[in-house]
């Protein structure tokens, strides 16, 4: 994803007006009155002065009943992942036309675009395919036009001609590549939540939304679990374009994605504690110990698409060693069968644990600043709280412990890391 930046042999630097880039999901236009909402904010924008464009998902739930559709008339067959692609990308056409539609009707000149009619070229791999370029000739023409315009998420178009798509919740992806081709100021994401909070607030009542959070923070938290899609923030960091994610259902201040210092709070040493309440666990008991057992028992796991998270591996003592890995809980039984039948490592038996939860308080600060883990340790061992794994990263402390801990040990967290407090 290196490739459309200026793609167009200079033609897409900075104009003389300031460019935005929004994004609109789903549930942001579910209905004719929300999409009248989203257009006022656009046309709020516009008004500043500003080359608004707005990329935007399909309404509510359509993606899925789509989805849904194909199922029902290929039955156990798979669909053909091309006339699938073609399938999805008209449930952001529909969004993308009403949109245009609606900033007319309020009196605003206005383009849908498709993907392919935005510049955006892509690999060939249907469902999940990579943006490689974007030409920004058509998107420069209609702004110089004083358009705004509204570019259908989540679609591209390959060298075949053919429409793809890039993933699930990919319209993020779209916009912020857009931004970064366009070298917009930033990219905005409306969305049904108002922002990045601290921890999820369902889990506390002292979770605080972020005015700020650093790129790879955000990498962090998303990966575990906060709900926003890491391949636009993998974007935003590697081309440095700051992504602001807000409430499309209020004028609340939300929260930016950035890579710089943080400069509006007194930057702390831990910003956020993620949650993955779905977690399962296999042990491989009385491994033979040897070279080559990590890559015997994970290979066959990998081939089967299964991805394993945190790995342990016991020093041997007897020449025998257990092996631990967590996996996502729905493949838990799956994995678990896997390890049983490969046949590359001799080993004793193989134990499936489930309902365990991953907890990590996560922070640029920490970064080989001592204590944070050992404070960690503590605050949980506190309030009674196991840890079953223990994982670190430079700006992360991840533990494994059982689900049913996972309210006490935020809490608990969140106190003592003062993460209701900005200072
Ligand atoms: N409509 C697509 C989906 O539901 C893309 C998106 O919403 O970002 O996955
Ligand atoms: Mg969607």
Redesign the pocket.
């Known amino acids: 994803m290196t490739g459309f930046v200026n793609s167009d042999g200079g033609n897409s630097g900075r104009g003389a007006r300031p460019v935005i880039v929004q994004k609109y999901?789903?549930s942001s236009l579910a209905d004719a009155g929300l999409i009248h909402n989203a257009a006022k904010r656009i046309c709020a924008r516009k008004d500043d002065g500003t080359d608004v464009i707005a990329v935007v998902?399909?309404m509510g739930?359509s993606?899925d009943e789509l989805i849904a559709l194909s199922q029902a008339v290929t039955g156990d067959s798979a669909p053909d992942p091309r006339e699938l692609d073609t399938l999805l990308s008209t449930g952001e056409l529909v969004s993308s036309t009403l949109m245009a539609m609606t900033l007319k009707a309020r009196g605003y000149d206005a383009i849908s675009l498709s993907g392919g009619q935005a510049g955006i070229r892509t690999d060939a791999v249907h469902g999940s395919a990579r943006i490689a370029d974007i030409k920004t000739d058509r998107l420069r023409r209609e702004l110089d036009k004083g358009r705004i315009v509204i570019v259908a998420g989540f679609q591209g178009l390959a060298d075949s001609g053919d429409i793809t798509t890039l993933g699930?919740?990919a319209?993020d992806t779209t916009a912020v590549a857009l931004a970064v081709a366009m070298q917009a100021d930033r990219c905005e994401i409306y969305t049904d939540v108002d922002g990045i909070y601290t921890t999820d607030p369902q889990l506390t009542d002292r979770a605080r939304k972020l005015a700020e959070i650093g790129f790879l923070e955000m990498l962090e938290m998303a990966v575990l679990g906060a709900k926003m899609n890491p391949r636009s923030i993998e974007l935003g960091y590697v081309y440095n374009m700051p992504i602001y994610v807000a409430s499309s259902f209020s004028n609340e201040p939300g929260t930016l994605i950035h890579g710089g210092e943080h400069t509006m709070e007194v930057r702390k040493a831990v910003t956020g504690i993620a949650v993955d309440s779905n977690v399962g666990k296999i042990t491989v008991r009385g491994v033979k110990d040897r070279p080559g057992i990590a890559a015997g028992l994970l290979q066959p796991l990998a081939d089967a698409g299964i991805s394993i998270d945190v790995i342990l591996q016991n020093t041997s003592s007897d020449g025998t060693t257990d092996f631990t890995f967590t996996v996502a809980q729905v493949d838990v039984d799956r994995a678990a069968e896997i390890a049983r039948n490969q046949t590359n490592v001799e080993f004793e038996e193989v134990v499936a644990g489930s309902d365990l939860a991953k907890v990590s308080i996560v922070g640029t600060g920490m970064e080989n600043a001592p204590g944070y883990a050992a404070r960690m340790f503590s605050t949980l061992a506190g309030v009674g709280v196991n840890i079953d794994m223990i994982t670190t990263s430079e700006i992360r402390i991840t533990t494994i412990i059982a689900r049913d801990q996972v309210q006490n040990a935020v809490r608990a967290l969140h106190d003592a890391f003062e993460l209701e407090k900005t200072e």
């Open positions: 999901g789903g998902s399909a739930e993606t699930r919740g319209s």
